[in-house]
């Protein structure tokens, strides 16, 4: 059987000790015998909770107040005393307020079984030396995987092939952009954003293919440690449940009091006792405020109505008053605070800045020239020379494409070079249009090693086009294209000073060239790209904020 490491461990492991580590075959996978004994040892794959307070123990929970204390002591001693009719409406005021806080809590638990659908998918796995199709909870430690663009990543998983690929982990790191990946074993203190040779579970592969071996399943995974710490429960103390507390004691003792100085100071006179020990507890009862608990529980309980209306779950109703009290907000960036849509907002061509309108992946909106600082009318005929070559060479060094559902717009591959076909679409440019005009031939993928991608295409004459960072670039670029389409001496001062224009705004910066090739020539490698491009431009991408939350600092912080 494979022996159980702590999950940090796996990263610093190479290929060969995760395998023997793991009891498996790297090229064949397990075998149906393994497969079914590991199966049994660790269950399926798929998130577990440890079973919740049964519904009539929440129920009893509610009553768990020192004010609801008194009110259901009250309602005995009428009941006891044959004042039915008060006893009645005591009980019912404290049965309501339960009713209201159950009811509120109850529509909470099904946030957590929700993370384990999340979660669920299927895998295509390597046993016994085929290649098969399996849901992902049929997977076990020791299971060969293997991944392709499109796939969700089924368990944690340690690297052992990689092919260009490209994750994107930010429900995990919070990082927008997919993260290439590796294979080579890293240190043991890497943080987890960090640790290239791993693909953990429910995560996206966005590009690429990979092939790695399942380290961890179900809870011992990533997303599993996080279900356990939303299972996690503890007693809720909010600056309203410890005023809340104080004043029903306080409330206790004053009533009491009072009630046993009524019933001496009657004795004292002469009174029956029991007329004196009905009069104690009416002035008992009457000085409870029957109707507190119900009319803080039912605020509280619109609180959380309002904050699920903006899919915001909140398990304890005391959480809601703490939650608007709070002065300091710790918030996620990604997809919370922005859209998690990389969107081209600036184009740097031929000395020129162009601002390009719409966000997200979405093919509406409009590029124009700025001039003093203002974006001027959108383009109604042909586009400049330089900016028109800038948006073809980012639509066609390209391996991704998007897709409508309605209305709204995703990318199927790498979000970058979706924001990069969606400004393109934006000046009228097509994808398929121009590649039926001038095909693929060939292509060099994007390596960190060289920071770009470049393809080379048919045509009158065959191009290359490469894209990539800035620094790569320029050191192979000998010249540019000026605003009337000819070949000028390359500016690198220039373009450097764009380049801190955009970075300044907060955008990430590709640069775009391109390169005639020989009549015959059908590949390109590196020797290609090395010298002799013509740089075209710059884009500056942004993963843009949401405008629900600028209206939410707006409203907050008067900026």
Same mark, same amino acid.
């Given at each position: 059987m494979p022996v159980q490491l702590s999950l940090p461990l796996y990263h610093q492991l190479s290929q060969p000790e995760v395998i023997e580590c793991l009891t498996s075959d790297g090229s064949a996978g397990l075998s149906a015998e393994e497969v079914a004994s590991r199966y049994e040892k660790y269950g399926p794959n798929e998130l577990r909770f440890k079973p919740g307070k049964p519904a009539w123990l929440r129920f009893l929970g509610q009553f768990h107040q020192p004010l609801l204390y008194i009110l259901l002591l009250a #309602?005995?001693? &009428?009941?006891?005393?044959?004042? =039915?009719?008060n006893a009645s409406v005591i =009980? #019912? %005021?404290?049965? $309501?307020?339960? $009713? $209201?806080?159950? %009811? +509120?809590?109850? &529509?909470?638990e099904g946030a957590i079984a929700s993370l384990a659908k999340a979660v669920t998918t299927e895998a295509t796995v390597l046993r016994e030396g085929q290649t098969l199709r399996i849901p992902s909870r049929d997977l076990v430690p020791g299971d060969i995987v293997l991944l392709a663009s499109g796939d969700k990543v089924p368990a944690d998983l340690r690297l052992l092939k990689v092919r260009n690929l490209q994750v994107d982990e930010s429900a995990l790191t919070g990082e927008s952009l997919p993260g290439s990946k590796a294979i080579e074993p890293l240190p043991g203190d890497t943080p987890l954003a960090e640790r290239t040779n791993m693909a953990y579970a429910g995560s996206f592969v966005t590009f690429g293919q990979g092939k790695g071996i399942v380290v961890s399943t179900a809870n011992a995974t990533e997303v599993g440690q996080i279900s356990q710490s939303m299972e996690s429960r503890v007693s809720l103390s909010t600056p309203l449940t410890r005023k809340f507390a104080q004043f029903s004691r306080t409330l206790l003792y004053a009533i009491l009091t009072l009630a046993t100085l009524t019933f001496a100071i009657g004795l004292g006179r002469g009174k029956s006792w029991i007329d004196m020990f009905e009069a104690a507890v009416a002035l008992a009862v009457s000085a409870i405020p029957e109707g507190l608990p119900a009319v803080v529980t039912i605020t509280l309980a619109i609180g959380v109505n309002r904050m699920a209306s903006r899919n915001a779950i909140i398990r304890k109703l005391p959480a809601v008053e703490a939650l608007g009290s709070a002065t300091v907000i710790c918030s996620d960036k990604t997809g919370t605070l922005t859209?998690? +849509?990389?969107?081209?907002q600036s184009i740097y061509t031929e000395g020129q800045y162009y601002a390009v309108s719409g966000g997200g992946y979405s093919p509406k909106g409009e590029i124009s020239l700025i001039t003093d600082g203002n974006p001027g009318s959108p383009f109604a005929e042909e586009l400049p020379p330089a900016l028109g070559d800038c948006l073809v060479a980012g639509l066609l060094c390209n391996d991704s494409g998007l897709k409508q559902t309605g209305e709204d717009w995703s990318v199927v591959g790498d979000p970058t070079e979706g924001a990069l076909i969606a400004a393109a679409a934006k000046a009228g440019l097509s994808q398929l249009a121009l590649l039926s005009l001038t095909p693929r031939l060939d292509a060099i993928p994007f390596e960190s090693e060289y920071q770009y991608m470049a393809t080379l295409h048919d045509g009158i004459p065959r191009l290359i086009y490469v894209k990539g960072s800035v620094e790569s670039l320029m050191r192979r670029c000998s010249q540019m294209i000026d605003r009337y389409g000819q070949m000028t001496v390359l500016n690198a001062q220039q373009i450097e000073q764009a380049v801190e224009t955009m970075a300044e705004q907060g955008l990430r910066v590709l640069a775009f060239a391109k390169k005639a090739a020989a009549t015959h020539q059908h590949s390109i490698d590196h020797e290609d790209i090395e010298t002799g491009l013509v740089f075209l431009g710059l884009q500056g991408m942004i993963d843009p904020p949401r405008p629900e939350a600028i209206a939410a600092v707006h409203r907050k912080f008067w900026v």
């Amino acid at each position: 059987m494979p022996v159980q490491l702590s999950l940090p461990l796996y990263h610093q492991l190479s290929q060969p000790e995760v395998i023997e580590c793991l009891t498996s075959d790297g090229s064949a996978g397990l075998s149906a015998e393994e497969v079914a004994s590991r199966y049994e040892k660790y269950g399926p794959n798929e998130l577990r909770f440890k079973p919740g307070k049964p519904a009539w123990l929440r129920f009893l929970g509610q009553f768990h107040q020192p004010l609801l204390y008194i009110l259901l002591l009250a #309602g005995t001693i &009428k009941a006891f005393l044959g004042s =039915w009719t008060n006893a009645s409406v005591i =009980w #019912g %005021v404290t049965l $309501i307020n339960a $009713i $209201i806080g159950y %009811v +509120q809590e109850a &529509k909470a638990e099904g946030a957590i079984a929700s993370l384990a659908k999340a979660v669920t998918t299927e895998a295509t796995v390597l046993r016994e030396g085929q290649t098969l199709r399996i849901p992902s909870r049929d997977l076990v430690p020791g299971d060969i995987v293997l991944l392709a663009s499109g796939d969700k990543v089924p368990a944690d998983l340690r690297l052992l092939k990689v092919r260009n690929l490209q994750v994107d982990e930010s429900a995990l790191t919070g990082e927008s952009l997919p993260g290439s990946k590796a294979i080579e074993p890293l240190p043991g203190d890497t943080p987890l954003a960090e640790r290239t040779n791993m693909a953990y579970a429910g995560s996206f592969v966005t590009f690429g293919q990979g092939k790695g071996i399942v380290v961890s399943t179900a809870n011992a995974t990533e997303v599993g440690q996080i279900s356990q710490s939303m299972e996690s429960r503890v007693s809720l103390s909010t600056p309203l449940t410890r005023k809340f507390a104080q004043f029903s004691r306080t409330l206790l003792y004053a009533i009491l009091t009072l009630a046993t100085l009524t019933f001496a100071i009657g004795l004292g006179r002469g009174k029956s006792w029991i007329d004196m020990f009905e009069a104690a507890v009416a002035l008992a009862v009457s000085a409870i405020p029957e109707g507190l608990p119900a009319v803080v529980t039912i605020t509280l309980a619109i609180g959380v109505n309002r904050m699920a209306s903006r899919n915001a779950i909140i398990r304890k109703l005391p959480a809601v008053e703490a939650l608007g009290s709070a002065t300091v907000i710790c918030s996620d960036k990604t997809g919370t605070l922005t859209e998690n +849509q990389m969107t081209v907002q600036s184009i740097y061509t031929e000395g020129q800045y162009y601002a390009v309108s719409g966000g997200g992946y979405s093919p509406k909106g409009e590029i124009s020239l700025i001039t003093d600082g203002n974006p001027g009318s959108p383009f109604a005929e042909e586009l400049p020379p330089a900016l028109g070559d800038c948006l073809v060479a980012g639509l066609l060094c390209n391996d991704s494409g998007l897709k409508q559902t309605g209305e709204d717009w995703s990318v199927v591959g790498d979000p970058t070079e979706g924001a990069l076909i969606a400004a393109a679409a934006k000046a009228g440019l097509s994808q398929l249009a121009l590649l039926s005009l001038t095909p693929r031939l060939d292509a060099i993928p994007f390596e960190s090693e060289y920071q770009y991608m470049a393809t080379l295409h048919d045509g009158i004459p065959r191009l290359i086009y490469v894209k990539g960072s800035v620094e790569s670039l320029m050191r192979r670029c000998s010249q540019m294209i000026d605003r009337y389409g000819q070949m000028t001496v390359l500016n690198a001062q220039q373009i450097e000073q764009a380049v801190e224009t955009m970075a300044e705004q907060g955008l990430r910066v590709l640069a775009f060239a391109k390169k005639a090739a020989a009549t015959h020539q059908h590949s390109i490698d590196h020797e290609d790209i090395e010298t002799g491009l013509v740089f075209l431009g710059l884009q500056g991408m942004i993963d843009p904020p949401r405008p629900e939350a600028i209206a939410a600092v707006h409203r907050k912080f008067w900026v």
